[in-house]
């Protein structure tokens, strides 16, 4: 009788250690499965976050050209952080974006002044895509000009306010006139150089670019824009008229 007591006792610490041990490996497993969705939680929120930085610029009511500049901007700063590659705070940069701009054919119908001329066209192709390997588009298209315009005497601020009389409506020679007479306000002799008719015209469609109302073109892929496991690689816009 003594020996199944001491049985039983035996085999009820051994019952209330293995519930202890259960119990503890449920807890390590509880709290091994939290810390996993907590990790998940937060690397879809770090995710989310990156996504909002650019998705900020597909607002239904459109943006400007400006908008669409530090879009491109900000694109062209990531994919110079994507040629390192690996993968930081869930963004893998391994992941390269670009952005497609389309309708400039339309732009330069109603801002490219010399329609014979394809110098005069500040964009040469209906659409440009800027981004993944094509870097430095932006700095090519938009940019040349004006820091050329920069490097001559005028300067950009100066060249803003003579560039914003310019008429595509005026004939070469009325608009020469207005320029230089704008000029002698500044308390500048232009003789049609530095900068160039042809600087002044292209400056003034930048300032037209920057103006003009761009939507997204939903026409495109996924609604314009596309996605690459969940994080964005691709943004369509198209000039709107």
Same mark, same amino acid.
């Given at each position: 009788m003594e020996n199944a007591s001491k049985a039983l006792l035996m085999a009820g610490g051994i019952l209330i250690a293995l519930l202890v041990i259960g119990a503890l490996l449920l807890m390590v497993n509880q709290i091994g499965d939290y810390q996993r969705a907590q990790d998940s939680n937060k690397k879809n929120s770090q995710l989310v976050e990156f996504n909002l930085d650019?998705? $900020?610029?597909?607002?239904?009511?459109?943006?400007?050209?400006?908008?669409?500049?530090s879009l491109i901007n900000k694109v062209n700063d990531y994919n110079t952080k994507a040629r390192k590659g690996g993968t930081? !705070?869930?963004?893998?940069?391994?992941?390269?974006?670009? =952005?497609? =701009?389309?309708g400039l054919d339309k732009f330069?119908?109603?801002?490219?002044?010399?329609?014979?001329?394809?110098?005069?066209?500040?964009?040469?192709?209906a659409t440009y895509?800027?981004?993944?390997?094509?870097?430095?588009?932006? /700095?090519?298209?938009?940019?040349?000009?004006? +820091?050329?315009?920069?490097?001559?005497?005028?300067?950009?601020? /100066?060249? /803003?306010?003579v560039s914003s009389v310019y008429d595509s409506g005026l004939s070469r020679a009325q608009?020469?006139?207005?320029? /230089?007479?704008?000029?002698?306000?500044?308390?500048?002799?232009?003789?049609? $150089?530095?900068?160039?008719?042809?600087?002044i015209k292209k400056y003034r %469609?930048?300032?037209?670019?920057?103006?003009s109302k761009f939507k997204v073109d939903k026409s %495109?892929?996924? !609604?314009?824009?596309?996605? +690459? +496991?969940? %994080?964005?690689?691709?943004?369509?816009f198209e000039f709107d008229e």
């Amino acid at each position: 009788m003594e020996n199944a007591s001491k049985a039983l006792l035996m085999a009820g610490g051994i019952l209330i250690a293995l519930l202890v041990i259960g119990a503890l490996l449920l807890m390590v497993n509880q709290i091994g499965d939290y810390q996993r969705a907590q990790d998940s939680n937060k690397k879809n929120s770090q995710l989310v976050e990156f996504n909002l930085d650019f998705e $900020r610029y597909a607002d239904d009511k459109g943006i400007k050209g400006a908008d669409i500049i530090s879009l491109i901007n900000k694109v062209n700063d990531y994919n110079t952080k994507a040629r390192k590659g690996g993968t930081a !705070n869930s963004v893998n940069y391994d992941i390269k974006m670009s =952005v497609t =701009v389309s309708g400039l054919d339309k732009f330069n119908a109603k801002y490219a002044y010399d329609k014979a001329n394809d110098t005069d066209s500040l964009f040469k192709t209906a659409t440009y895509t800027f981004g993944a390997n094509n870097n430095n588009a932006i /700095k090519q298209v938009l940019e040349t000009f004006k +820091n050329s315009a920069s490097a001559e005497q005028v300067g950009i601020e /100066k060249l /803003k306010i003579v560039s914003s009389v310019y008429d595509s409506g005026l004939s070469r020679a009325q608009n020469v006139e207005n320029i /230089k007479e704008k000029f002698l306000e500044l308390s500048i002799a232009w003789d049609e $150089r530095n900068p160039s008719l042809d600087t002044i015209k292209k400056y003034r %469609q930048y300032s037209e670019f920057k103006s003009s109302k761009f939507k997204v073109d939903k026409s %495109q892929e996924s !609604n314009g824009i596309v996605y +690459n +496991n969940g %994080q964005i690689q691709k943004m369509y816009f198209e000039f709107d008229e």
